[in-house]
């Protein structure tokens, strides 16, 4: 048994850490756990999903997205425009080896219709890109899923053969390119990951880049 006002107390750190960094309150009511976060002079767009809000010490990887919070927060999308870019950002990954990854991706298909282009994520530790096609069409509607290495995890938490990671987007007209940096040494220096495949007898490039358009 538990007390459910008090079990919602766990992400009051977090609360505090986004009050610090927005100014503004995070609801501890899962119902209210996807904020909207308008960038206009930026033509940017970005809702926040907490995919963590059924885990805790005895459950650490039951990861999802409220469904609730995720609809109260697309019908207030609706009443926005959809000149701005629609970035959805949230922890956990959709598909993973391990177990800790989200439980349910239907909601991605409502992403996909209310205009969602880009998808970030963490969690695993890794840089990594995924398409996911609503429209089989050839410019249908599909979202690129981005996610980065971890930028500052203790080392008991690396994942072997992957360096310490962030990722630097730039968009410019109809395009977003994926900066990739990394560190390999505990207390070395940043530097540019060429990892990314550019085709046959090519060497690998440190970005990539996903037309918007």
Same mark, same amino acid.
């Given at each position: 048994?538990?007390?459910?006002?008090?079990y919602?107390?766990?992400f009051r750190?977090?609360a505090e850490?986004?009050?610090?960094?927005?100014g503004?309150e995070?609801?501890?009511?899962y119902?209210?756990?996807a904020?909207?976060?308008?960038?206009?002079e930026?033509?940017?767009?970005f809702?926040?999903?907490?995919s963590?809000?059924?885990i805790?010490?005895?459950?650490?990887?039951?990861?999802?997205?409220h469904t609730?919070?995720?609809?109260?927060?697309?019908?207030?999308l609706?009443?926005?425009?959809r000149?701005?870019l629609?970035?959805?950002?949230w922890?956990?990954?959709?598909?993973?080896a391990?177990p800790d990854h989200l439980?349910?991706a239907?909601?991605?298909p409502?992403?996909a219709v209310?205009g969602? +282009?880009v998808?970030l994520?963490?969690h695993v530790?890794?840089a990594?890109?995924? @398409?996911? *096609? #609503?429209?089989?069409?050839?410019?249908?509607r599909r979202?690129?899923i981005?996610?980065?290495?971890t930028f500052?995890?203790?080392?008991?938490?690396w994942v072997?053969?992957?360096?310490l990671?962030?990722?630097l987007?730039?968009?410019s007209?109809g395009t977003?390119?994926v900066e990739?940096?990394c560190r390999?040494e505990l207390?070395?220096?940043? +530097?540019?990951?060429a990892r990314?495949?550019?085709?046959?007898?090519r060497?690998? @490039?440190? *970005? #990539?880049q996903?037309q918007?358009?």
């Amino acid at each position: 048994m538990r007390d459910e006002d008090a079990y919602k107390l766990r992400f009051r750190h977090f609360a505090e850490f986004y009050r610090q960094v927005k100014g503004e309150e995070y609801p501890l009511d899962y119902e209210q756990q996807a904020t909207i976060h308008p960038l206009p002079e930026c033509g940017l767009l970005f809702l926040g999903l907490n995919s963590a809000w059924q885990i805790e010490h005895h459950h650490r990887a039951r990861a999802g997205v409220h469904t609730g919070a995720l609809a109260r927060a697309l019908i207030q999308l609706d009443r926005v425009a959809r000149d701005d870019l629609r970035i959805a950002v949230w922890h956990h990954p959709v598909t993973s080896a391990e177990p800790d990854h989200l439980d349910d991706a239907g909601f991605l298909p409502q992403l996909a219709v209310a205009g969602f +282009r880009v998808a970030l994520h963490g969690h695993v530790h890794r840089a990594e890109n995924q @398409l996911y *096609r #609503y429209d089989m069409s050839p410019g249908g509607r599909r979202r690129e899923i981005v996610s980065a290495g971890t930028f500052g995890a203790p080392a008991r938490q690396w994942v072997p053969g992957y360096p310490l990671q962030y990722n630097l987007l730039l968009f410019s007209g109809g395009t977003m390119t994926v900066e990739t940096r990394c560190r390999e040494e505990l207390n070395g220096a940043w +530097r540019h990951d060429a990892r990314w495949l550019e085709g046959t007898g090519r060497d690998p @490039l440190p *970005r #990539y880049q996903i037309q918007l358009q």
